[in-house]
Each structure stands twice: as structure tokens, then as C-alpha cells.
């Protein structure tokens, strides 16, 4: 059981993906994703960019890490992505501006409006392999960043690197406030995209129980 402050057993609320692993790189967890979609539109992306290539440097696939500070993106996925939600956010009312590096999807953050899980900008979701039908869906609280003194919101996604291999790396801004469960012995991740969808945070976490 993992307990919060409210006395909840929240691993109840996991979904469950294979954890793949890469002979050529040990120490790094892979994930396997079947598709993108924005506000469950499915996104035009070659299905081969999401199979991890095992054993190659030039693997593909969707790695998780805790040093890349936003999600970053082969260049057709981000392109996607972005004309999408762009798009998305545009038809909601949500005004775009100007650039603001690193970011080049941008929003004037007065024309949006908070809620529980972040701006109502567009629901990101991620289809993973796994039983049944198992997603990971970013809300507006990971997939926008505010920048000047919140006047402005940016897609919190960006492009990958020329010479990146991966097609996904999951940044740690993506996995803020999710709760994330490595089961080695199983080969799983259990995984809980929001807490902030049930009321809580990562700071809730009761380390006494």
C-alpha cells in the first residue's frame, strides 16, 4: 500500500505497462507506446518511431528520465503534436503569441482559465502497451509551462536533439506530481499520471505510515 495524508491506499489506482528493457543501454527503462492522441484525435505518426529497437544505440522508442527537464520529441512526432494542440487550444478560445524560448508553441495565459489539473488546454494522451486499454493523459498542469510572470503558456514538449536516438524521453515536468511504481521483479510499471486529478501531490506522501 502507498498512503497520502488523506489515508488513501493509491496504489489502487495504478495502471500497469511492461517495462522494456535494452541490452546496449542497462540502466534505462523503456516504455512501449502504441499511439498519441489530443483530445482522443490520433495523431498521424509512423508506428515505427514508438518500437524500441533492441540492442541498437539507435533505438527508438519512449525512455523514462530524471534529467531532462521537459519531454523531448522526434521531430515528425513534435510537429504533430504540436499543430494539434495548437489547433485544439485555438478552437477553445486560447490565443496563440509569439515564441518564448526554448518553447515555440505559445498562448496568451489571460485567454485560458485554471481548473484543478492546470489550464484547459487540450489533454495530451500517451496509449501504452499493457491489458486492456492503459493511457497516461497530461493535463494542462504537465503539458503547459508559465512563463513571464504567467502571462504567457508554452506546450511543455520540445524537439529532441539531431543526433537523439529515442523517439520519446520522458522529462521529469511530464512526471511532476504522478506516482510511479518500478516493479523489477515483474518487469511492470505501475503508474498513476496525476495525483492532482485526486486531490493530493507528491509532498502529501505520509512517510510515517
Known sequence: PIFFQQGMDFSNYFSYTPLIRNPKEPDSYFLGVKSISVNGAKLPIDPTLFKLNQGSLN???????????YTLLEPSIYKALAS???????????????????????????????????????DITFALQGSGSVSWTFFGVNSVVSLKDDTVICLAFQRRGQYEPKSIILGSFQQRDALLQFDLATSRLGFLPSLVGLRSTCSNFNFTS
Open 84 to 122: 494539434t494542440f495548437k489547433s485544439g487550444a485555438n478552437a477553445r478560445g486560447i490565443k496563440s503569441v509569439a515564441p518564448v524560448s526554448p518553447f515555440d508553441t505559445c498562448f496568451n495565459a489571460s485567454t485560458a482559465f485554471p481548473t484543478r489539473l492546470g489550464y484547459n488546454v487540450p
Open 59 to 69: 533505438n527508438g522508442g519512449m525512455t523514462i528520465s530524471t534529467t531532462k527537464r
